[in-house]
C-alpha cells in the first residue's frame, strides 16, 4: 500500500514478450493500473515513497542477455515443461527508483551481486535491502566457493541506505539468507526473516533500525517467513508452512514474541506475503484459493480487536 492506502503496487507475470514478473501501480480508487517496470529482464519487491513522487524496485534490466534469457524461459514454458519454485538470486539484480508512471529511471545500488527486496522507511528517507554483495566483494575461500556455488543466498545479509543510495551500511552478519525487511510504523524497528545456514528452515526475528537487539520471534523450525508490522506496532502478520511442507498458511505474533502464534487462514492453497493497510483495517496477501489454482491478490478487512483478544494482547 501507498502510505495514504490509494496505491498498491505488485509484481505480476503477463502475457508478451517477458515472461518474467513485472512492477504495476493500480488506483485503487479507480482502477487506472500503469506498468512501472521497464519490461526487460526480471523485477520484484516493489515500494511506493511515502510522498507518492517515486517508486522502488529490483530489476535485471541491465543485464546484457536479458532478453535472450527472457525467449529461452518462453521456449520452455512453451515445450509444455515445469520446474519446480526457486527464486532466482541473479547477480544483475540492482535496486532503482522511477516516478510512477516508470519514466526517471535511476540505479541506487549499482553494485555487484543480488540487490534486492527493498522498502522505504516510514519517512521516506532511508532504505532496507537485501544483498549477497559480499560475496562478490572478496576472494571467498575454496569452503565458501562452494557454498556459493550451491546456493548464492548463503552470504544474503540484511543493508540500509539513505533514499538517493549513499550511505549504506550493514545490518547483519549471520550465516544464512537474511531477507524480506520491513520498518516498524514508527520507524525504530525492523521485521525479516532469517534462514538457518542449511537454508531448510527460517524464522521471524526483529532489530532495532540500527541492527542492534535482534529478537527470534518463532522457532518452528520449518520455513517462516513474509512478516510484516501490524501499524500499531504490538503484532506482526507471517506465512509459514508449520502445518504441512506444501500448506502456507497465515499467521500472526506479537511483537515480543511471548505469545503462541495465531492462525489467521485455513484454506486449501498457499497463503503468502501479507501487508497491512496504512491504517491496520485492512489486509492484502497472495494466495492459490483461486478456482484455477493461479496466483492472485486478495483483501479483506481486518479485525484489530479480536486479533488482539486471540493473541492476549489486551
Known sequence: FSADGSQFIYQSEVSGDNPFYQIFLPDLATGATSKVSPGVGLTTCSWVHPTLVRVIFASTHEDPEAREKQAAEIAFRNSGQQRAYSWDYDQYYDIYQANPDGSGLENLTNAPGYDAEGSYSPDGSRILFASNRQAYQRTLSQAEQKLFDDDSSYFMDL????ADGSNVEQLTFSPGYDGGPFFSADGEKVVWRRFNPDGNSAEIWTM??????????????????????????DYII???????HANFELFMIDVEGL???VRVTNTEGTDILPVFSPDGS?????????????SQIYMAEWNDQLARELLGLD
Do not use: C
Open 159 to 162: 543493508y540500509i541506505m539513505d
Open 208 to 233: 532495532d533500525v540500527d541492527g542492534g537487539n535482534q529478537r527470534q520471534l518463532t522457532a518452528e523450525a520449518m520455513v517462516s517467513w513474509g512478516p510484516y508490522f501490524h501499524p500499531s506496532g
Open 238 to 244: 507471517y506465512s509459514s508452512n508449520v502445518l504441512g
Open 259 to 261: 505469545k503462541e502464534p
Open 282 to 294: 485492512q489486509l492484502a496477501w497472495s494466495t492459490t484459493r483461486t478456482p484455477d489454482g493461479s
